[in-house]
Nanobody, 121 residues
Framework: VQLQAYGGGLVQPGGYLILSCAAS????????MGWYRQAIGKQRELVAL???????NYADFVKGRFTVSRDIAKNTVYLQMNGLKPEDTAVYYC????????????????WGKGTQVTVSS
């Protein structure tokens, strides 16, 4: 299973970006897809998750600004980021967990390589 993320870049404070991440690899089902981020000198932290039943889990620092969505048929997850702040600057990592692919039920999560988001004037 491979994850490929798109959409990072440089944006001014108050601006917006949309990240997308597509999973590939003979996938039958992914129960959880979402995003984490890691800023320089900090640990990786949860940003947002979306489950196949439509439920979501957001970090407090993005509530009301970010929206996570999925196209389950395309094994793709999106992150709409509005009202970006300099403290949102980080590498954003796509995550897929509780994956069934190629006849295997995986007990470990999969990660994309990360995409840089920089918020600066």
């Amino acid at each position: 299973v491979q994850l490929q993320a798109y959409g990072g870049g440089l944006v001014q404070p108050g601006g917006y970006l949309i990240l997308s991440c597509a999973a590939s690899g003979n996938i039958f089902m992914i129960n959880v897809m979402g995003w984490y981020r890691q800023a320089i000198g900090k640990q990786r932290e949860l940003v947002a998750l979306r489950f196949t039943d439509g439920s979501t889990n957001y970090a407090d620092f993005v509530k009301g600004r970010f929206t996570v969505s999925r196209d389950i048929a395309k094994n793709t997850v999106y992150l709409q980021m509005n009202g970006l702040k300099p403290e949102d600057t980080a590498v954003y990592y796509c995550n897929a967990d509780q994956v069934q692919a190629g006849g295997i039920v995986y007990d470990t999560a999969f990660w994309g390589k990360g995409t840089q988001v920089t918020v600066s004037s």
